[in-house]
C-alpha cells in the first residue's frame, strides 16, 4: 500500500498553472515537503526549464543542474524533495515506459494530464520493491 | 576525505544520510568503496555488467565525469561527488 500524497493548494496552483502555460509541451518540475505519519505532505514546488532535444510534445528531461539545485533547495529549507511532476498533454496521468525506466524508489512522480482546454488530472505513482510504478492516493483539502 | 552526496530517492539505502565520507583517489575506487559501505546502493547505481547504470550521472564538484575521464576521473580529499539521477520522460507516445 503506497503511503498518501497531501498536496497544499499553493504548490498545486504553480503545478497546475505550469502545466497549462506549457501545453501543448511537456512542463515538469519539483515538489517539496515533509514526511507524515500517512505519507508526506507537499508545501512548495518548482518549475524548471524542460531540456529534453527531443520533441517537447512527448518528452522531458530535467537538467543535472537543476536536479542539484532542488536537493540544496531542500536542503536549506529543511524540506525533503519528495519528488518530480511532469506534464501529459493530450495523454492520460500514466506512466509511460520511459518513466517507468528511469524511476528511481523513494520518488513519487507526479503526472499531470492536461487537455487543450486547460482541465487537468492528476495521478501519482511510486516504484514498488520490483520496479513496477504502483499508484499513490492523492489528497487534497479545496 | 571526498565527500559523496546521496540523492534523496538513494537515502534509504545509506541509512538516510544525505553525504557520507568514501575512500578513493579515483571516481571508480569511490563507487566500489561505496558499494562495499552500503551494498543496497549497488542495484540502483550500477547495471549487470558493473557499469554505471545509463540512468545515472556522477559529478566531482561541478563537473560532470562525462566530460573529464569517466570513471578514471582523479578526485582528492576535498572533493565532492554528486550522484545525480536523470530525470526524464514522457508520454505514452514514446
Given at each position: 500500500m503506497q503511503k498518501k500524497l497531501h498536496i497544499e493548494p499553493q504548490p498545486w496552483a504553480i503545478m497546475e498553472r505550469s502545466v497549462i502555460q506549457a501545453f501543448p509541451d511537456e512542463s515538469c518540475g519539483f515538489f517539496f515537503g515533509q514526511s507524515t505519519t500517512d505519507g508526506a505532505v507537499v508545501l512548495s514546488a518548482c518549475q524548471v526549464e524542460?531540456?529534453?532535444?527531443?520533441?517537447k510534445k512527448y518528452h522531458f528531461r530535467i537538467n543535472a543542474k537543476d536536479y542539484l539545485a532542488a536537493e540544496a533547495y531542500a536542503d536549506q529549507h529543511q524540506l525533503q524533495l519528495l519528488g518530480v511532476y511532469h506534464s501529459h498533454p493530450n495523454q492520460p496521468a500514466i506512466p509511460s515506459s520511459v518513466d517507468t525506466r528511469v524511476a528511481l524508489p523513494d520518488f513519487s512522480y507526479l503526472i499531470i494530464s492536461v487537455n487543450p482546454l486547460g482541465q487537468t488530472n492528476k495521478r501519482s505513482w511510486r516504484l514498488d520493491d520490483s520496479r513496477q510504478f504502483q499508484e499513490q492516493l492523492i489528497k487534497q483539502n479545496f | 576525505m571526498p565527500i559523496v552526496l546521496i540523492p534523496t530517492p538513494l537515502r534509504r539505502f545509506t541509512r538516510n544520510s544525505s553525504k557520507v565520507l568514501v575512500s578513493g583517489s579515483v571516481v571508480s575506487e569511490i563507487v566500489d568503496n561505496l558499494v562495499l559501505d552500503y551494498p543496497e546502493v549497488q542495484s540502483h547505481l550500477l547495471d549487470s555488467s558493473g557499469?554505471?547504470?545509463?540512468f545515472i550521472n556522477i559529478f566531482v564538484d561541478e563537473d560532470d565525469i562525462r566530460n573529464l575521464h569517466q570513471l578514471n576521473t582523479v578526485v582528492n580529499i576535498h572533493s565532492t561527488i554528486s550522484i545525480v539521477p536523470a530525470i526524464a520522460g514522457g508520454n505514452l507516445k514514446n
Open positions: 524542460n531540456s529534453t532535444i527531443l520533441n | 557499469s554505471i547504470r545509463q
